[in-house]
Each structure stands twice: as structure tokens, then as C-alpha cells.
């Protein structure tokens, strides 16, 4: 009974969109893309409504995926949903890894358990659902892997077409998946910015761009992963939150989840330190944080492992910073080798095989503990985006496959040939 009493009462509040740039209002109902500015356009709920009439304490009886939070998710039909079981992500104590770089109160998120193997899963799906609420029937994304894969499982769990342009030298995990998910491939020798670019000379194709803030839906997704970090700790959010910046939707998403939770009473106004953790080799967020300035400048021969993080220059640059610097947090940089060896790290102590991308944060987090600017007792939150098992081609540089009876660092024996 309980459970057929919040479904009854989980409706979307959703009362319109709203440019993130000028504040102009589009009608919710209605497949867009930006605003006419340019601006990402962000999808807003009627929290006053949502207050009244939901509340926090029936969460459990929902289902355990990310569709608990239905009623501040845009849509509005339940047969609309294209669900593969997203979200509700376990929230992993590490205290082997803190021991190790001096963290005592040290947790994982990790959105590796995801269908396909990513945090992406959770705006696709929500994408891909009000795709199919608003009669859209052929998608396009550019993507450095991980979001290709979501997008073409979500579109065949929809019956949707999907059109996918992505760097050639992608994970061939996040290729394979694509054509397995019978999704329109090609692939393109350059970087993710290309492939967005080629979409936009081919604007008659009549696909609907799904790309990263070009359409409202995919960060309502991402931002579940905020409300989620608040419900498994008891609605008390954590001091810091180290977040693998791309286009960093998932950090815009989980700033947002905040305020709405704030203004329905759920939390209070203490934020967490956010922390954008990047690449070395592509870093446009922390130089513009470093710089002083609103928005980021395109970094010219992006180069790292952690393909994800390989975007010269994301769409929403803008609100990571104004994240960034709201919560009085940080932007920090790491090195390749350092990231792979950080996932070599916390792969041996706790048991989670993590991207290259949520293993930077290990990286990131030691250096901010050992400058002060974090102290171990803070309760610090890393976010693992995705599976390390997506990213063999990458730590096959830190592991290499030995051959001839050698023996590897750990002194164990390779079988010979």
C-alpha cells in the first residue's frame, strides 16, 4: 500500500524552462534544444508543490533507481519512462584508500555499477524518455565513449533511431557497445569538438542533438546523483565532493539538486566544497578558474587517457566555475601516469576497478589534503564515473601483459607461453 501511495503522488512538478544564460522561459512540452542566446536551457519545477505534496520520508518506498525522484524529473507520463535500472548507485566506505593518503572519512560513489558501465546512463535515460514523451524518433550525439554507449542502449530499449559520432580512438569497449546496440557510427579523426561540429554542418538530417547542455533533459538525470549522495547520508551533505570534469553536467546537475532540495526543506544551506578534477592534458575549467575568469578559453591539443575528460571546451564552463567558486571549492589538474596509478591504488584496496576519470580524484584529493586545504576528518565524497573494465587500452600501460616467465611489480609469476 505504501508503495501504490507513492507512485500515485509521483508526478512531475515541472513548470517550464528556463535559459541558464539571459533568463528567458521556454514551454516545457516542447522538443528544444537551446535558447535562442545559446544559452543551456534548464528544465524548473514548481518546489512549492513538490514541498506540499511529497515527501522525503516515502523515498524508500520508490523504486531503487533514480526514478524515486520522479516528481522533480521532467516527465510527465510513467509509460514514457525508458528505464534499464540507473541510479541508486552504492556509496562505498573506503578506509584502506584514506589510510593510505590521509583521509579518515573517505566514500566512493560509484556510478561504475550503471547500465553500460557509466554515470551516463542516468541523463540518457532521462533524455531518451522524454525523447519518447515528445515524439522524437532520431537521436545524434557526439561523444568521447562513455554517453555513445548510453544513448544507443537507451534508444534500442525505445525502438528510437541513433546516430553516433565519436573520436576514432575511443575505448573500443564504447565502439563495440554502439554497434551492438545496432546505433549509426562514425567515427572521426579528431576530438569530441569536431564530432559536435560535424553534427551541426548536417542540421538537415532531421536528428534531435542530445550533446552534453544542448538539450534540457540530460543533466535532470545527472543531477540524481545529488540527491542520492543526500539520502544515503541521512539528508546531511558531505564537506567535499570531488567530481571528474568533462563537460561536467554532473556537477552543474548535482548544484542544482541542491538548491531544490534546499527550497523543499530537505537540506540546509550548507553546500560541499566542490572539486572539478581534470586532466593535465586538458584542463580549459582549472585554467579559467586559476585565471579569475567566468568562462573557459578552448584548450588546443587536448590529449589524455581519460577520454572523458578530453573536452577542450564544455558548453556549461560557466556553471562549473560559478559552482566552483560558490561552494569555495577548487579546480586541480593531474597527470596521466598519476591517474592510472591512483586507479592501480584503489583498485588493490578497496575492490572498485575505477575509470581513469573518478581515479584522477584520488590524485586530486591527496594533493588538496597534504596543501591543507582539506583536513581528514572532513567527510570527502569522490565520484567514480565509470567502469575501469571500459578502459583497458588505457591501463594496459600501467599493467602490461608480460610474456616468457617474467615477473610483474607485485613479483607474481606471469604463465609463460
Not at 200 to 214: N, Y
Not at 258 to 273: D, L, N, T
Not at 277 to 302: K, L, M, T, Y
Not at 384 to 390: D, E, S, V
Request: glycine letters at 12%.
Amino acid at each position: 500500500m505504501a508503495a501504490l501511495r507513492y507512485h500515485m503522488r509521483a508526478m512531475t512538478t515541472l513548470t517550464h524552462l528556463q535559459c541558464s544564460a539571459c533568463g528567458k522561459t521556454y514551454e516545457a512540452g516542447r522538443a528544444l534544444n537551446v535558447c535562442a542566446c545559446g544559452g543551456p536551457l534548464l528544465a524548473r519545477y514548481d518546489l512549492e508543490k513538490a514541498r506540499r505534496g511529497w515527501n522525503r520520508a516515502w523515498i524508500p518506498n520508490g523504486p531503487s533507481t533514480m526514478w524515486r525522484y520522479q516528481p522533480i524529473l521532467p516527465v510527465r507520463k510513467p509509460e514514457s519512462i525508458v528505464t534499464l535500472g540507473e541510479g541508486y548507485t552504492p556509496l562505498i566506505r573506503a578506509r584502506r584508500l584514506g589510510e593510505r593518503i590521509g583521509s579518515a572519512n573517505l566514500w566512493i560513489k560509484d556510478e561504475g555499477l550503471n547500465p553500460t558501465g557509466s554515470f551516463k546512463a542516468r541523463g540518457l535515460s532521462c533524455a531518451v524518455s522524454m525523447a519518447v514523451e515528445l515524439g522524437v524518433r532520431k537521436l545524434v550525439i557526439p561523444s568521447a565513449g562513455n554517453a555513445a554507449s548510453a544513448m544507443a542502449a537507451y534508444a534500442a530499449a525505445a525502438g528510437l533511431e541513433a546516430h553516433i559520432f565519436m573520436p576514432r580512438d575511443v575505448p573500443q569497449a564504447n565502439y563495440i557497445e554502439c554497434r551492438a546496440f545496432g546505433a549509426r557510427v562514425t567515427l572521426v579523426d579528431g576530438l569530441i569538438s569536431d564530432c559536435a561540429r560535424m553534427i551541426g554542418e548536417r542540421a538537415g538530417e532531421g536528428w534531435f542533438d542530445v550533446s552534453t547542455l544542448k538539450e534540457p533533459y540530460r543533466i535532470e538525470g545527472k543531477k540524481t546523483m545529488g540527491y542520492e549522495v543526500a539520502e544515503q547520508f541521512h539528508w546531511e551533505l558531505p564537506d567535499a565532493i570531488f567530481y571528474p570534469t568533462g563537460g561536467g553536467v554532473g556537477l552543474i546537475g548535482m548544484w542544482k539538486a541542491f538548491e531544490e532540495m534546499e527550497r523543499m526543506g530537505w537540506i540546509s544551506a550548507r553546500r560541499p566544497k566542490m572539486i572539478a578534477v581534470q586532466a593535465s592534458g586538458c584542463q580549459p575549467i582549472v585554467r579559467a578558474f586559476e585565471e579569475g575568469e567566468p568562462r573557459s578559453r578552448f584548450w588546443d591539443n587536448a590529449s589524455t587517457v581519460a577520454s572523458g575528460l578530453r573536452v577542450p571546451k564544455p558548453l556549461g564552463d560557466f556553471l562549473i566555475l560559478e559552482a566552483v567558486r560558490a561552494s569555495g571549492g577548487a579546480a586541480i589538474a593531474v597527470e596521466d601516469a598519476e591517474l592510472l596509478e591512483a586507479g592501480g591504488d584503489l583498485a588493490n584496496d578497496e575492490g572498485i576497478f575505477a575509470a581513469p576519470e573518478g581515479a584522477a580524484c584520488v590524485v586530486a584529493l591527496r594533493r588538496l589534503l597534504e596543501s591543507g586545504f582539506l583536513n581528514r576528518d572532513e567527510r570527502v565524497v569522490i565520484y567514480n564515473t565509470g567502469a575501469g573494465l571500459k578502459y583497458l587500452e588505457a591501463y594496459s600501460t600501467r599493467f602490461p601483459r608480460l610474456d616468457g616467465g617474467e615477473h610483474d611489480k607485485l613479483g607474481g609469476l606471469i604463465t609463460p607461453r
